[in-house]
């Protein structure tokens, strides 16, 4: 289900207040948020792929993807990697403080297209987190889908995501997750090589597959060639892209990529819609 | 039980070869296993094989004086290791371990080599299929070097 | 930047001075739309009717009496700028403009001409879409916080008095933008929704002027009230005038007119079509998207990359540019925050920045994203160009750099792409 094109009422620049349930420690630099809104119980609905704008008294706002289960509407759940002023005080709320939520905003994974179809996830670092929600999904409705393979790359055993919960997912039937590190220690016995040398564990079928890709930009790029070269139609892949956001509704003007605003027409885009762009420098 | 031949003609590498070749191929090739944690091949040796591996995870390293080895790529089954038999000085570049228990086919590189120089349109199949294991290994190990998930 | 957000008319003085240094106009051929073209939208005109310059301070009391601010154009810091008036006198009387790239200039007019200038440097959105506003404030409690909304709206409706037709173009375009989307911004839907035109139809152009060629001028096609000054004919000084809304109609009932002659709506038309002939400077838009789309590499880019000082000023000016950033402010005690939308501009480095750097570090691609968004993803995105033609950004560039010449280099490709 994608949010439909109606025109929204309610004044979207003003944060509804949540507080933080729980903080919990991904990878060194990686924590995943839980926030419970202060009223309302039934409001934190979502679509797989959407994303906030989370606000923190004092220091500002950002984007940021929901990495939860879309089948919890008692909460939202980030997950947020610490790079900078602003995520870095955002990852150091202590329980009970409070982080306004603007959205969600944004169009999504395309859930529906995969319906009835293999669901091929390639995640790149920090990139499984957008990806989260679709697995969730995707598990809690094994049967409206075909195989569902993750390919998972990292930059070092360390800094992977979720490694309980992918160990988990990989016991579900006709589910398949690759794990890979660009730099692997002699502890790590898992593949050591960039995501896209996974593809040739996973024995696509292309037709019946449809692909949904996060990561760095250059990673991304490189997937899809690999996603073209395993036979898959370009229609049948989607990114989801990253820019500027101040505003996530299409008034700011900052995260125009060519004729799309990343925050309302994607960050999920099919990838016959923006190849063209992905080539183009300082677009 | 299953024949070389067989083995040799199912490997992806192969995949499509001339039953001709396939057959030079075999004249040339033998079964072989390693014990997790052994070493395949080291830097420095005289490059005179190369495998198919059939089962198992092989870490190709390098080693660096203050550090553990640093596992550059893992290979698994259904790819090939090693390619320094096929151009001088045909010495490995990189220590090879077995990080599980490991099948694999070898392939006598001398023995290819001469067949490979006696019979050119096998030499260029053999190099077509190298090219394409290089390339994308080129590809991909370009990818590594951007060190895309690092905080810029 | 050179300016802040808000241009003051300091700045603007700057500017000017700026602008002296600047190159003599360039004139390109002009290409002027029919009126054909332009006219005809199927709004049933009411009639004509003359109103006497005199009267001017009427229909401003007029407004006034039906509880709007009267905001309009009036002479300050050697600039024609819109702010509130207070009465016919406040309104430029025998001024006129002389603009070319780089260049403004007042000068005055032999005659007592109340709106005898082509635009000034700011529009319509200072009020619309204004340069600052508070979208809310906060005050900490305890770890947590409470979200105060924020009431952005004028006191009292606002009257825009002298509103060009390229500038209703551009009303129309933000519209778009902040009303017809996805999302409704409520700011400027509240200050549009009360806001009352009052159209006044060009008698003459601007050399940087080329609304002709863009379809949006000098002919106004709708406002609530629309005026055409007329000066030194057998009629004397007087506005030939009509109303194109209701509301427009009840104002102008309250007026003394009188009703209008033949000759006066012919001489009230021939004035607006001098307007568009005297226009020197043109942009071909026959597949304007396809052709920027098309020359993302082009070395025009560079070449305008040479002389671009990214100084941000013509997406000020511009009457069409959206673009905002958002700022927390806090007090000393860090209990009160408030966030604030500001003006913002593809032309800084800052405005692409994403965690590791800024997508557009390069002069050229700031710039290739300013024009080509005005001219072709605008269409895509909105359903219209986001250029109207007022000639603002031509004008209020301290190096000159004119978009018409832009396009039209990028056009000739190769044979004029690095002059």
């Not at chain 1, 759940?77 to 900078?84: E, P």
């Not at chain 3, 700022?327 to 480095?349: I, K, L, P, Y």
Request: glycine share 10%.
């Amino acid at each position: 289900m994608m949010i439909m094109a109606t025109a929204i009422t309610t004044d979207p620049m003003l944060p509804q207040p949540y507080s933080v349930r729980e903080v919990a420690k991904e990878t060194p630099d990686t924590f995943t948020l839980r926030l419970d809104p202060e009223n309302a119980v039934n409001r934190s609905m979502f679509q797989p792929g959407e994303f906030s704008m989370l606000w923190l008294f004092g220091v500002g706002e950002l984007p940021i993807s929901i990495s939860g289960d879309p089948s919890l509407h008692d909460r939202l759940v980030y997950t947020v990697r610490s790079v900078g002023q602003a995520t870095h005080s955002l990852v150091n709320r202590g329980v009970g403080d409070g982080v306004g939520v603007r959205g969600p905003f944004g169009a999504g994974w395309p859930l529906e297209a995969a319906r009835g179809r293999d669901v091929i996830v390639v995640a790149g670092g920090i990139g499984l987190a957008p990806l989260r929600p679709l697995i969730y999904q995707v598990l809690q409705n094994r049967k409206d889908y075909g195989r569902l393979v993750i390919l998972y790359g990292g930059r070092s055993p360390r800094d992977l995501l979720y490694r309980k919960e992918l160990a988990t997912w990989a016991r579900n039937r006709e589910t398949q997750v690759l794990v890979t590190v660009d730099y692997g220690g002699l502890s790590w016995r898992g593949h050591v090589g960039v995501v896209t040398t996974l593809f040739k564990y996973s024995r696509l079928q292309p037709t019946r597959s449809v692909a949904m890709v996060c990561g760095p930009e250059i990673m991304m790029r490189f997937v899809t060639r690999e996603l073209e070269t395993q036979g898959l139609s370009r229609d049948d892949i989607y990114l989801s892209m990253e820019r500027n956001m101040k505003c996530a509704v299409g008034f700011c003007g900052h995260c125009q990529y060519g004729p799309h605003f990343i925050c309302k027409d994607g960050p999920v885009f099919r990838y016959e819609q923006i190849r063209n762009l992905l080539e183009k420098y300082e677009l | 039980m299953e024949t070389l031949e067989r083995i040799i003609t199912e490997h992806p590498f192969f995949a499509g070869l001339d039953c001709g070749f396939t057959n030079l191929m075999v004249s040339c090739a033998a079964n072989v296993r390693f014990k997790a944690g052994a070493y395949i091949l080291k830097e420095g040796d005289p490059a005179n094989t190369f495998y198919l591996i059939r089962e198992g995870k092989v870490a190709v390293e390098v080693l660096a004086p203050q550090h553990k080895p640093i596992i550059i790529s893992t290979l698994s089954m259904g790819e090939i290791l090693g390619w320094s038999w096929l151009l001088p000085p045909f010495q490995w570049k990189f220590h090879a371990r077995a990080v599980d228990d490991v099948r694999a086919i070898g392939l006598d590189g001398k023995c290819l080599r001469t067949k490979c120089e006696e019979n050119h349109d096998l030499g260029y199949e053999v190099l077509k299929r190298f090219a394409q294991i290089m390339e994308q290994r080129l590809e991909a190990t370009r990818l590594q070097l951007l060190d895309v998930y690092a905080v810029k | 930047m050179l300016l802040l957000p808000c241009i003051s008319g300091r700045a603007l003085a700057a500017i000017s001075q700026l602008a002296a240094w600047a190159g003599d106009l360039v004139v390109a051929d002009g290409l002027l739309a029919s009126r054909d073209v332009l006219q005809g939208d199927g709004v049933p005109e009411q009639a004509h009717r003359v109103l006497e310059a005199s009267k001017m301070g009427e229909l401003l009391e007029a407004l006034k009496r039906k509880g709007y601010e009267v905001i309009g154009p009036t002479v300050r810091d050697g600039a024609i700028v819109y702010d509130k008036v207070e009465s016919a006198k406040d309104l430029p009387a025998g001024w006129t403009d002389e603009q070319g790239p780089g260049r403004y200039r007042l000068k005055r007019r032999d005659d007592g001409t109340l709106f005898g200038y082509a635009v000034g440097p700011q529009s319509w959105k200072k009020y619309l879409h204004t340069a600052d506003v508070r979208l809310w404030s906060a005050e900490r409690q305890g770890v947590t916080f409470r979200i105060l909304n924020n009431e952005a709206q004028p006191r009292h409706p606002l009257a825009f008095v002298g509103v060009r037709a390229c500038e209703l173009a551009a009303i129309a375009v933000q519209d778009r933008v902040l009303l017809d989307d996805k999302y409704r911004d409520p700011i400027y839907e509240g200050r549009r929704a009360g806001a009352f035109t009052i159209a006044v139809q060009c008698t003459q152009s601007a050399a940087t002027c080329f609304c002709a060629s863009m379809g949006t001028g000098p002919w106004v096609q709708s406002a609530d009230l629309v005026l055409t000054e007329l000066v030194g004919s057998k009629g004397g000084h007087r506005f030939v005038a009509w109303a194109r809304s209701n509301r427009g109609a009840e104002v102008f009932a309250e007026l003394p007119t009188a009703p209008a002659t033949e000759q006066d709506s012919k001489e009230a038309d021939a004035a607006v079509a001098a307007a568009a002939g005297e226009q020197v400077r043109s942009i071909d838009t026959a597949g304007i998207k396809e052709l920027l789309y098309q020359n993302f590499e082009h070395p025009r880019w560079g070449n305008v990359a040479g002389r671009c000082l990214t100084c941000a000023n013509c997406t000020m000016v511009c009457p069409t540019c959206f673009c905002t950033t958002v700022e927390d402010v806090s007090d000393v005690t860090g209990d009160h925050a408030e966030r604030w939308r500001r003006w913002d501009s593809c032309f800084t480095q800052s405005f692409s920045y994403i965690h590791g750097g800024s997508v557009r570090t390069s002069t050229q691609s700031r710039y290739r994203q300013w024009m080509t968004h005005k001219l072709a993803s605008w269409i895509d995105q909105f359903g219209s160009s986001g250029c109207v033609g007022c000639g603002r950004c031509i004008t209020w560039c301290p190096v000159g750099i004119d978009i018409t010449e832009e396009v039209a280099a990028i056009r000739e490709g190769g044979k004029n792409g690095n002059p």
